[in-house]
């Protein structure tokens, strides 16, 4: 029996994932560990709540009290690591979260891991992080497991640290870790601060769109449940100390993106001329040019591959985004409002 903490677990990929698993796995157990910053949302777990095998705790990673009574009360043996500030624009307004939430907090994750673990078998890492470590692409290339890491932002690069922390804990530690490095996620419960959910949102509110720089910039699209189902697979069948790259080759520029965003919506809710509200706006400073993932070692070594393709994943969540709209509007209140006017005022 796995009795597994999921660190960050009512955020967009954590709660995916928790539904994912319980969904499949009858014999494991979830202790859900989320701060419930302003990312994080309970009522995306809402129909699994009540499960005998599901137990969720408000609290902070960045507390070791907190997580080692985790570990003694259901006998934690793995650990499914996602809790993070996870956007770019955000750790371009204030870092200091970042570097607490992201470095410091995984660093204590590892230490109860470290202590609590001495004389447990069958235990395991699994650090849930980001291709942005790589930094950014020209042109042409891929990133591999090899690439050397290049972070851009604040938010990268403290990611990169929380990738180098775990890495040095299996080869100083022996502690049984892997690192999945993964491209842009979209899909459902994701929050409406990141391109996508933020321009569905736009779209349906016919209000100006922006789009950074020339929306010229690349990213590699892949479907929240093909990343659920890439981290199932490296918790069950990789071996200690490994990292694999998961991603899903569908490179698209942010234009391209917004227009078919555009046109899904006019489609769906009988709407036409949205693409009329695309504005393009000042820069992101540091503004990674292209992501693009070579996914061959999963694929090859684990027999992973996308379910999703593109066309099937965004109608599916542009419809989830016109149907839970309560789930969007109960977030546009003080907190996010602050937010939009602090990075759009001056763009919008
Ligand atoms: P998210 O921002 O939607 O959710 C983050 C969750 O972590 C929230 O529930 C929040 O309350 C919680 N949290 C934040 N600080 C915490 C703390 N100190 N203690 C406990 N909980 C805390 O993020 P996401 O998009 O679901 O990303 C999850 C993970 O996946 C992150 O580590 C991110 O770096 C990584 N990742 C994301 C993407 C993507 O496209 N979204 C792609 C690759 C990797
Ligand atoms: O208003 C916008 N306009 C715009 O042009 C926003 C919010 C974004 N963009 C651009 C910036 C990026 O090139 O769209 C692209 C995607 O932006 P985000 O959704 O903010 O994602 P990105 O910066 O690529 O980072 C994401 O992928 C990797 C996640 O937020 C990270 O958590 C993950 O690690």
Known sequence: ??????????????????????EKHKDIKIVNLDKLTYAGNPANLIEIEDNDNYFFVRGDICNEKVILDIFENH????????A???????????????????????????????????????????????DEVYGSLG??????ENTSYDPSSPYSASKASSDHI??????TFGLPINITNCSNN?????????????????????????????????RDWLFVKDHCKAIETVLVNASDGETYNVGGNNEITNIDIVRTLCDLVDEFTKSNNSQNLIKFVKDRPGHDKRYAI??????????????????????????????????VENI???????????????RL
């Open 75 to 82: 006998n934690v043996n793995t650990v499914v690591h996602f």
């Open 84 to 130: 993070a500030e996870s956007h770019v624009d955000r750790s371009i307004l204030g870092p200091e979260e970042f570097i607490r939430t992201n470095v410091f907090g995984t660093f204590c994750l590892l230490e109860v891991c470290r202590k609590f673990w001495k004389d447990v078998s069958d235990k395991k890492f699994l650090h849930v992080s980001t």
């Open 294 to 327: 070579d996914a061959s070692k999963i694929k090859n070594e684990l027999d992973w591959s996308p379910e999703y393709n593109f066309k099937t994943g965004i109608r599916e969540t542009v419809l989830w985004y016109i149907n839970n709209r309560k789930w």
């Open 166 to 171: 775990v890495r040095s804990y299996n080869r």
């Open 186 to 218: 979209y899909g459902p419960y994701q929050f409406p601060e990141k391109l996508i959910p933020l321009v569905i949102d736009r779209i349906i509110d016919k209000k100006e769109i922006p789009v950074y720089g020339k929306g010229d910039n690349v």
């Open 139 to 144: 042109e042409t290339g891929l990133f591999t």
């Open 1 to 22: 029996m796995k009795n597994i903490l999921v660190t960050g677990g009512c955020g967009f990929i954590g709660s995916n994932f928790i539904l994912y698993m319980l």
């Open 332 to 346: 546009k209140t003080g907190d996010y409002l602050k937010y939009f006017e602090d990075q759009y005022n001056e």
